[in-house]
Structure formats: C-alpha cells, structure tokens
C-alpha cells in the first residue's frame, strides 16, 4: 500500500537555485574577504609594478622592381606580382631585426650605461634615462665588469658615495668628476646638471650597470616586433616594449635612421667604387699628360716649329686614331681585369661596377654583372634573417655560382678578343710610323710629341666626364625607404601593470574563489542539505521537519510553546493523522540511523506534544543499551523496562507519571546483557497490547537502527515507523538503508522525519520555519501567534530582505 500525503509536501522546482542562492548570500563574508584580498594584491602589483610602455613608428617601404614597362603593368595584374611583393616585405623585416641593424643603432646611442633608481623602501625600483641626476663615463681603455650593479648615493653637489655590494664590499666617498679605479671597474661619475637641487629628505639611491654592445644588440632585436599593416600594402610598423618611453623612442628612430641609411649606402657603393676605380685610371693618365704638355711646350720653343706639313698632319691623324683606339682597348682591358680580379675573389658584395661606366657595351657582359650585382644583394638580405642551410638560401648561391662561371668564361672571351685588336693595331701603328720616317727629323719628332699628348689629353677629358657622371649618379640617389612617422614618447602608452584589468580580475577573482570553494565543498559534502537530496535517494515519503533548538531546554514544547520549534511538532502531530487512519494505530516507533541525530528528542517532544492535545500518550524507552529519558525526566533509573522484562517490575512499577498532564513514561531502567533477545521476548508484545488498551499513543523510542537491531524486532508490534533524520549531520548514505527497508516493507508505514532543520539556508517546504506559519494548505494565517528572537533578527536581516526581495515572500 501507498501512502499519499497533502500537496503541501511537494518540493518546488527550483530549490536547487534557492538553496545555492541562500548557501552563497550566507557565506557573503567569504565574498567580501576574498575580493578584499584580492583588491589589496591587485594595488599592491598596480603601485609596485614597474611600468613598462610600448612605443611604434612607421615606415613606407619602396618598390624598386617595377619600371613601368607593359610587363611590369601584366605582371603587377598577376599573383607571382603578389607573391615577389611579399618576398620583398619579408626580407626588408629580417633586415630591421637583423642583429647587424640593432648593433649599429646602438653603436650611435649612448645605451651603453643603463640607470636605475631605487625606491625609498627598496621595493620598487624605476628605470631612467636622460632623466637621472649623473652620468657614468666608463674608461675604455681599462676593464669594467659588465651587468654588475654600482650603487650611488648623492650626498651632495661635489659628493656622492659609491658602494659596490657582495664580493667586493666597496663604500667609498668621492667627488663628482673623480675618476675611480679597481680591477673590475674604471669610470667617472659627473653630475648631468652643475646646478642640480638636492631632493628633501633622505638622499635617494641610484644604481647602474654597464652593459655588453653584444648583449644590448640581442636585446633590442629581440624585443622589437614587425608588423605589417596590410598583405598588399607596403607600410610597416615597429614597436617595441619597455621601461622607459624616451629610451625605446630614441632606439626606434635610430634603427630607422640607419635602415635607410643602409638602403642608401648600397645604392652609392657602386657610384663610389667607380669613381675610385676612375680616380685609379686618372692618377696613372695625369702624370703622362703633363709630361707630353711639357715636351710639346720646350719642344716648339727650341725648335720653333708651328705647324705640321700636310702629308705629316695626315699621318699624324691616322696615328692618333690608331693610338686611341688602342687606349680604348687598354682601357677595357684594366676593367676586365679588375672584374676578374673581383670575380675569382667571390666576396659576395654587390658593388660591382657596371661595364657601361667604363664605356664598354658589350650587351652580355653588362646583363651578367647586374644579375651577379641582383644575386649578391638578394643573397645578403637573406643572409639578415636566414641562415646557411635554408633552401631559399642554398638556390641564391648556386644561381650566384652558376652567373659567376658564366661571366669569367665570358670575360676570357673579351680578354682574348682585346689581344687580338691591340695586336692589329700595333701592327698598324708601326706601319704609320713607318711612313713617319719619310718626314724631317724635327716635324717627325713634333708629331709624336703632339700625338702623345693628345692621346693623353683625350683620355683624361673621357675618364673625367664618367667621373662627372658616376658623381651625379651617386648625387640623384634616394633612398627607397622612407619614414611616415617617427616614434613619439609623448604617443606611448603603458602596457603594464593594466590597473583597470587588474582591479577587474581582481573582483572576478576574489569573487570567483569563494564560489568555487562553496561550490567544491557543497559537492563534497555528503550532509543532508535539502528534501531534494532526500528525494534523490529514496521514495520514503517525508513527515515532516523540526527545526532547530538553539535552548538547551530538552522539551522546548512545554517551555516555549509559542516558539516555531513548537510550531513545527504541532505540524508533525496534524499529519501523524493522516498516517493513523485505522483505529487500533496508536504505536509510534521513533528510530534512527546513528546516535546524534536527535530522535530520543524528536520523540520526547512529540509524546508532549501529543499530550497537550488531551491524548493520554506513553513514551517508552526501549534503547535500552543507551537509555536517557530519565534523565529528561529526572526519574530514577533503577527499575525500568529491563527489569520488567526480566519478571523483576511490574507494569504499574515501571509506569511513572511526569509533569506533564496526560504524559506517562516507561524509562529503560539498568541496561541489561542481552538487550536484542528481551526486546524480541513475548513479555514486551504482552505489554505493548495492555498499554494500547490504557493509552491512546506510544511513543517508542528506539535505538540507531545501523548501530544494532533491535529497532527490527519491533515491527510488528509499531503501527508507523519514524525515521529520524538529521539536517547538516545525517550522512546521504543512511538513506540508502531507510529506502531498502522501505523497499522490503520490513517496517510499516515508514516515514522520515527531518530533524534540526536551520532556517538559515535550508527550502524545499510550504511550512517555513521562523519566517510564516502555514498548515500547508495555501493559505495562512494572518497573524502570527508565536514569538522567537531568531524571526525578529531574521526580519531584520539583510540577507532576509535580499532573499525576500528575490523570492517575493510576503
């Protein structure tokens, strides 16, 4: 048979959420304490934090492969244009963070002395730069020990003191501008501004480091970051991170300034090489030619000879075409040996003067030295950012080797090719010098004196105009690269520490580490919380609740019957009727799991409770290993329920009235040996039916039915079994066992009884303890008529009102 309770019994849906709600609101100084902390930690990393800023520029990079021709246009409409764009872009970064690039910016700052100040208390420390009272003048030509921190302390305008901690132990007074030697350290120390103010208070303390170019280099390039700004564009961005804004604007400038530089110097080595290797040609022509001019001068003073026959003037031009032709080719021949010469060294640079300059056209030789010039300059951008064993790498050097076998095979030829037309040309020179002879001795000499100095005059007057064009080659170069904006400090913005995010996370935090830990021990927690943990245990349907006694009195229904602990066994005796619908049901047996989970209390209370109802009602106390009415009583113990069944008592003996009226009690009297065979004796069944004839209730309290049996033996004599429960104590376990028993119908009409129930945090009932009295049936009374100190403090609670508020209780 299944027992149906009121609707009044049914939990609502959402009592889980309740439940949390309340367990979260009432540990909120768990809340207040945790983000506390957490505030006080997130001030602490805000204000001692040393802040570091990021400062960016920009640059625009050129593009140099397109001409403008109707290929350069197809091409510029295809991908491959794209993808040579983006190879182009990807070199020109590894460039700019190249360790080449950071060492010669650095080599232009003066970074080579980083400063510090220290905090008042030593806690935190700030970075300078050009901001600190004194400058450090390291002395080069002796050693100083890098990254080992110097300590300064400035006493005054002429004095400092200097200390040097750990291994050395140095603190030493000295005046500004006085150097200082040691074995590890040379340097003097000037003040930055002759008329600097002493700050107030205690003198501040600074400290410096010197630092490696080698290891300042790896820094910087390390730290700066490239980005892109767009795929298809060529504008690009360089920011970096650090202490001092001014310090990464200055670096970043000076990277800049030096990158274009570096662009514009290989653009003018090639000027400059030619106008060298010109330079070369003119020393040797300049001595010739002034000689040939003085000759020619004394000879026609002495001689006085004027002008040349017409037969001399004929072989004197046919000379001279001869002889500069031949200069031509001698001319030639000294540049394919200079490019020989560069050639078989493979230096790799790119600074090969091209053939044109020189006024050699040989279409071959000029298309060989600008795609070797192309490789080499492709193959040392890669060499910035790759390294010898890549692939794209590995191909530039062999392209590179492949054009460099071509071009000495190609310069063999031309050399060969010169030899055979000096030769010709001697031969025919000789052949004119010949018919030379023919002429007066002195018209003959006055025309190879005037033969050489033209000769001389002519190539001097060619070299001097490849020079005049080398140097405006080199004048109209521009650098491809250029600068959209350069890094402003006043532009920096400080990354760290975000006080903002800080103070957020910091809330989240400390809000979030107390909800975890409700949560986790909530999770852990096998207590009984709630009528849904029971529900999710078992099918035993509930009786009621009883909450919680914060009196020490034992029978709180007698002394405070107005109290909502009172309330609630007045509800427990209304639904007992519910349960006791037959006529001969009047045993109650009050059982637990274990000790300590109040139903020697739930049953005491209930019997009075009964009793204030006008029932003649009989508490019994059959834990007889554990007994502990008579004590609720203060009735003497020495004769009991144990001695009756011992045929030692007599009923009427061990009845004892009490102080309650229509309450009777039957204490367990001296704990016996075998308490299990006297509970299952005939004697006990014989007195349970006299006692139903005398009494209108019994009450049996009996012991913890997981602890011992005996509570077992009773089944058949108990008209409704009550499991006591406790809220916050009882172990989710135990309910397994109540429904087992529930399952095997072992016990009549099982209930649960829940008992210590806190108002505090615990739902799932119409009747809500301390805060409305309802029966359950929907409606409840308009005024209250019990009274507890815990319902006014709760009234005026706060967490009350939040709850209220949200719930919408009345």
Same mark, same amino acid.
């Given at each position: 048979?299944?027992?149906?309770?009121?609707?009044?019994?049914?939990?609502?849906?959402?009592?889980?959420?309740?439940?949390?709600?309340?367990?979260?609101? =009432?540990?909120?100084?768990?809340?207040?304490?945790?983000?506390?902390?957490?505030?006080?930690?997130?001030?602490?990393?805000?204000?001692?934090?040393?802040?570091?800023?990021?400062?960016?520029?920009?640059?625009?990079?050129?593009?140099?492969?397109?001409?403008? =021709?109707?290929?350069?246009?197809?091409?510029?409409?295809?991908?491959?244009?794209?993808?040579?764009?983006?190879?182009?872009?990807?070199?020109?970064?590894?460039?700019?963070?190249?360790?080449?690039?950071?060492?010669?910016?650095?080599?232009?700052?003066?970074?080579?002395?980083?400063?510090?100040?220290?905090?008042?208390?030593?806690?935190?420390?700030?970075?300078?730069?050009?901001?600190?009272?004194?400058?450090?003048?390291?002395?080069?030509?002796?050693?100083?020990?890098?990254?080992?921190?110097?300590?300064?302390?400035?006493? &005054?305008?002429? $004095?400092?003191?200097?200390?040097?901690?750990?291994?050395?132990?140095?603190?030493?007074?000295?005046?500004?501008? $006085?150097?200082?030697?040691?074995?590890?350290?040379?340097?003097?120390?000037?003040?930055?501004?002759?008329?600097?103010?002493?700050?107030?208070?205690?003198?501040?303390?600074?400290?410096?480091?010197?630092?490696?170019?080698?290891?300042?280099?790896?820094?910087?390039?390390?730290?700066?970051?490239?980005?892109?700004?767009?795929? +298809?564009?060529?504008?690009?961005?360089?920011?970096?991170?650090?202490?001092?804004?001014?310090?990464?604007?200055?670096?970043?400038?000076?990277?800049?300034?030096?990158?274009?530089?570096?662009?514009?110097?290989?653009?003018?080595?090639?000027?400059?090489?030619?106008?060298?290797?010109?330079?070369?040609?003119?020393?040797?022509?300049?001595?010739?030619?002034?000689?040939?001019?003085?000759?020619?001068?004394?000879?026609?003073?002495?001689?006085?000879?004027?002008?040349?026959?017409?037969?001399?003037?004929?072989?004197?031009?046919?000379?001279?075409?001869?002889?500069?032709?031949?200069?031509?080719?001698?001319?030639?021949?000294?540049?394919?040996?200079?490019?020989?010469?560069?050639?078989?060294?493979?230096?790799?640079?790119?600074?090969?003067?091209?053939?044109?300059?020189?006024?050699?056209?040989?279409?071959?030789?000029?298309?060989?030295?600008?795609?070797?010039?192309?490789?080499?300059?492709?193959?040392?951008?890669?060499?910035?950012?790759?390294?010898?064993?890549?692939?794209?790498?590995?191909?530039?050097?062999?392209?590179?080797?492949?054009?460099?076998?071509?071009?000495?095979?190609?310069?063999?030829?031309?050399?060969?090719?010169?030899?055979?037309?000096?030769?010709?040309?001697?031969?025919?020179?000789?052949?004119? $010098?010949?018919?030379?002879?023919?002429?007066?001795?002195?018209?003959?000499?006055?025309?190879?004196?005037?033969?050489?100095?033209?000769?001389?005059?002519?190539?001097?007057?060619?070299?001097?105009?490849?020079?005049?064009?080398?140097?405006?080659?080199?004048? =109209?170069?521009?650098?491809?690269?250029?600068?959209?904006?350069?890094?402003?400090?006043?532009?920096?913005?400080?990354?760290?520490?975000?006080?903002?995010?800080?103070?957020?996370?910091?809330?989240?935090?400390?809000?979030?580490?107390?909800?975890?830990?409700?949560?986790?021990?909530?999770?852990?927690?096998?207590?009984?919380?709630?009528?849904?943990?029971?529900?999710?245990?078992?099918?035993?349907?509930?009786?009621?609740?009883?909450?919680?006694?914060?009196?020490?009195?034992?029978?709180?229904?007698?002394?405070?019957?107005? =109290?909502?602990?009172?309330?609630?066994?007045?509800?427990?005796?209304?639904?007992?009727?519910?349960?006791?619908?037959?006529?001969?049901?009047?045993?109650?047996?009050?059982?637990?799991?274990?000790?300590?989970?109040?139903?020697?209390?739930?049953?005491?209370?209930?019997?009075?409770?009964?009793?204030?109802?006008?029932?003649?009602?009989?508490?019994?106390?059959?834990?007889?290993?554990?007994?502990?009415?008579?004590?609720?009583?203060?009735?003497?113990?020495?004769?009991?329920?144990?001695?009756?069944?011992?045929?030692?008592?007599?009923?009427?003996?061990?009845? &004892?009235?009490?102080?309650?009226?229509?309450?009777?009690?039957?204490?367990?009297?001296?704990?016996?040996?075998?308490?299990?065979?006297?509970?299952?004796?005939?004697?006990?069944? +014989?007195?349970?039916?006299?006692?139903?004839?005398?009494?209108?209730?019994?009450?049996?309290?009996?012991?913890?039915?997981?602890?011992?049996?005996?509570?077992?033996?009773?089944?058949?004599?108990?008209?409704?079994?009550?499991?006591?429960?406790?809220?916050?104590? &009882?172990?989710?376990?135990?309910?397994?066992?109540?429904? $087992?028993?529930?399952?095997?119908?072992?016990?009549?009409?099982?209930?649960?009884?829940?008992?210590?129930?806190?108002?505090?945090?615990?739902?799932?009932?119409?009747?809500?303890?301390?805060?409305?009295?309802?029966?359950?049936?929907?409606?409840?009374?308009?005024?209250?008529?019990?009274?507890?100190?815990?319902?006014?403090?709760?009234?005026? &609670?706060?967490?009350?009102?939040?709850?209220?508020?949200?719930?919408?209780?009345?």
């Amino acid at each position: 048979m299944t027992e149906s309770y009121p609707e009044y019994y049914k939990e609502e849906d959402n009592i889980d959420i309740k439940r949390y709600i309340f367990l979260i609101l =009432s540990h909120w100084w768990w809340f207040a304490l945790s983000i506390f902390i957490a505030l006080t930690i997130s001030y602490l990393v805000n204000r001692y934090t040393e802040e570091i800023y990021q400062v960016s520029c920009s640059l625009i990079l050129g593009d140099e492969t397109t001409s403008g =021709s109707v290929e350069d246009i197809l091409d510029e409409l295809t991908r491959t244009r794209n993808r040579r764009r983006k190879a182009v872009v990807e070199n020109e970064i590894s460039i700019l963070k190249s360790y080449s690039m950071a060492r010669m910016a650095l080599e232009e700052l003066d970074f080579r002395i980083s400063y510090t100040a220290v905090g008042r208390r030593g806690i935190a420390e700030s970075r300078m730069y050009k901001d600190c009272p004194f400058v450090v003048i390291p002395d080069s030509a002796n050693p100083n020990l890098f990254g080992y921190p110097v300590y300064i302390t400035i006493l &005054s305008r002429q $004095e400092y003191l200097l200390e040097i901690d750990d291994r050395f132990g140095i603190s030493k007074t000295l005046r500004f501008g $006085e150097n200082f030697k040691h074995s590890s350290f040379n340097f003097t120390v000037r003040l930055r501004n002759p008329d600097y103010k002493l700050p107030e208070g205690p003198p501040r303390k600074y400290y410096f480091t010197m630092n490696s170019i080698n290891s300042l280099a790896n820094q910087y390039r390390g730290a700066l970051s490239v980005q892109v700004n767009d795929p +298809k564009g060529s504008i690009i961005s360089l920011s970096m991170q650090g202490f001092v804004s001014f310090q990464i604007a200055d670096y970043l400038n000076k990277l800049s300034e030096v990158y274009i530089r570096f662009d514009l110097d290989e653009k003018n080595t090639i000027s400059e090489n030619t106008i060298r290797f010109i330079d070369e040609q003119l020393n040797q022509i300049v001595d010739s030619l002034k000689s040939a001019e003085m000759r020619l001068q004394n000879f026609r003073a002495h001689n006085k000879v004027i002008d040349i026959s017409r037969e001399g003037e004929y072989m004197f031009k046919q000379l001279e075409e001869l002889q500069t032709e031949k200069a031509v080719l001698d001319l030639n021949t000294s540049y394919y040996d200079y490019l020989k010469n560069y050639v078989n060294k493979k230096t790799g640079k790119n600074d090969i003067i091209a053939p044109s300059v020189i006024g050699v056209n040989d279409q071959l030789l000029n298309d060989l030295v600008s795609r070797l010039n192309e490789l080499n300059l492709h193959r040392e951008k890669l060499s910035y950012g790759l390294q010898g064993d890549m692939p794209q790498y590995t191909e530039i050097v062999a392209q590179t080797e492949n054009v460099r076998k071509n071009l000495i095979e190609n310069l063999d030829n031309l050399v060969h090719g010169n030899k055979l037309a000096i030769n010709d040309l001697n031969k025919r020179i000789r052949a004119v $010098e010949k018919n030379l002879e023919k002429l007066p001795y002195t018209e003959r000499q006055l025309i190879n004196i005037q033969r050489e100095f033209n000769l001389n005059d002519q190539i001097y007057t060619f070299l001097l105009e490849k020079r005049a064009e080398a140097g405006i080659t080199k004048a =109209s170069n521009a650098p491809k690269n250029k600068i959209l904006d350069i890094a402003r400090p006043e532009n920096a913005y400080r990354i760290k520490p975000k006080s903002r995010m800080n103070n957020m996370m910091a809330m989240l935090l400390g809000g979030l580490f107390p909800l975890f830990l409700i949560l986790l021990i909530d999770f852990f927690n096998n207590k009984i919380q709630s009528r849904k943990d029971i529900e999710n245990y078992t099918k035993v349907p509930i009786l009621g609740t009883v909450g919680h006694n914060d009196s020490n009195i034992e029978i709180p229904v007698i002394e405070n019957p107005k =109290s909502s602990l009172a309330e609630s066994f007045r509800a427990l005796r209304a639904n007992l009727h519910y349960l006791m619908k037959d006529q001969g049901d009047k045993i109650i047996a009050v059982t637990s799991t274990i000790s300590g989970e109040g139903k020697t209390f739930c049953a005491v209370n209930m019997a009075a409770i009964m009793a204030m109802a006008g029932k003649k009602t009989l508490l019994v106390g059959l834990d007889l290993r554990r007994p502990k009415i008579h004590k609720i009583f203060n009735i003497n113990n020495t004769i009991g329920l144990s001695t009756y069944l011992i045929h030692k008592s007599t009923p009427e003996e061990i009845i &004892s009235a009490t102080n309650i009226d229509r309450l009777f009690v039957v204490n367990s009297g001296p704990i016996p040996p075998n308490p299990a065979e006297l509970i299952g004796s005939d004697k006990l069944t +014989k007195f349970m039916l006299q006692a139903k004839k005398d009494f209108d209730y019994i009450i049996l309290d009996t012991p913890p039915i997981a602890i011992v049996t005996d509570a077992l033996l009773l089944s058949e004599l108990a008209d409704i079994y009550l499991f006591v429960v406790r809220h916050k104590y &009882s172990s989710k376990n135990v309910l397994q066992i109540i429904d $087992e028993l529930y399952r095997k119908k072992n016990m009549k009409k099982l209930s649960i009884l829940i008992n210590d129930v806190h108002t505090k945090g615990y739902y799932g009932y119409s009747y809500r303890y301390g805060y409305d009295y309802a029966y359950g049936y929907g409606n409840g009374y308009g005024n209250r008529y019990y009274y507890d100190d815990e319902y006014v403090q709760d009234k005026k &609670s706060i967490l009350y009102r939040i709850y209220k508020t949200m719930f919408k209780i009345k």
